[in-house]
């Protein structure tokens, strides 16, 4: 079964400062495409960013970036210039061509002014 | 633009009540699920509605129901909770290419309070 681990249930970072959240996952899978999905305390889960595991181009948006690592199974989200609203549960997710999204367990990101 | 609407934003029910979450889309997304989502955790999985089939997974007790109308919209019926189903209920459509489910796009949730 797939698995999605997050290792740091918390994370702070100061305003306009960069912080990388981390994810690693087990799969025998080739074909299969990572998110990181973000949930302010509006509660809405907010699609932040997706990779398809057959690209090797990481992916990018705006102040978000990945570093994804296929053989090392590492798929982790860079936040530059961090801003207050930034602040959130973020939540990264596997999901295989064929079966549906397992998420990790979650990194809390609190941003200091 | 990517919405999904979920009604009620909260509810308050108690455990012999019988009350139904509301799920809409307007992306033409022909797959949608629900989620229980508890505090401080992800999301789990309940059920994916997609080409007209339900998918359940086998640990959701069946006092949750799920139901849908037409290709937009999905609805799941509550009936004799518990205490512990209180969470917050998320919905999701997601694009189908061939089998493949694609990204999925959330709804504000419900937020339930089983009393």
């Known amino acids: 079964a797939q698995t999605v681990t997050q290792s740091q249930p918390e994370m702070s970072v100061q305003e306009a400062e960069t912080v990388t959240l981390s994810c690693t996952y087990d799969?025998?899978?080739?074909?299969?495409?990572l998110f990181w999905y973000k949930q302010p305390p509006s509660r809405q889960m907010i699609l932040v960013i997706r990779?398809?595991?057959?690209?090797?181009q990481n992916a990018t948006e705006n102040r978000f970036s990945v570093n994804f690592q296929k053989a090392a199974k590492s798929f982790s989200l860079k936040i530059s210039d961090s801003q207050l609203g930034d602040a959130a549960m973020y939540f990264c997710?596997?999901?295989?061509?064929?079966?549906?999204?397992?998420f990790g367990a979650g990194t809390r990101l609190t941003v200091k002014p | 633009d990517t919405e999904v609407t979920q009604t009620p934003k909260h509810l308050v029910m108690g455990m012999t009540n019988k009350k139904s979450l509301k799920c809409e889309q307007h992306?033409?997304?022909?797959?949608m699920y629900w989620y229980k989502q508890k505090a401080k955790k992800p999301p789990e999985l309940m059920f994916v509605?997609?080409?007209?089939?339900?998918?359940i997974n086998e640990s959701v007790p069946s006092r949750f129901s799920p139901e849908c109308p037409n290709s937009s919209l999905l609805n799941l019926h509550l009936h004799a909770l518990q205490p512990e189903d209180s969470a917050l209920y998320l919905c999701?459509?997601?694009?189908?290419?061939?089998?493949?489910?694609?990204?999925?796009?959330f709804g504000p949730g419900t937020r339930l309070l089983v009393l």
């Open positions: 997710a596997y999901r295989s061509a064929l079966n549906d999204m397992r």
């Open positions: 990779q398809e595991a057959y690209k090797q």
């Open positions: 999701a459509s997601s694009q189908l290419l061939g089998l493949v489910r694609e990204t999925q796009y």
């Open positions: 992306m033409g997304h022909r797959a």
């Open positions: 799969t025998s899978e080739s074909d299969y495409y």
């Open positions: 509605y997609s080409y007209e089939k339900l998918s």
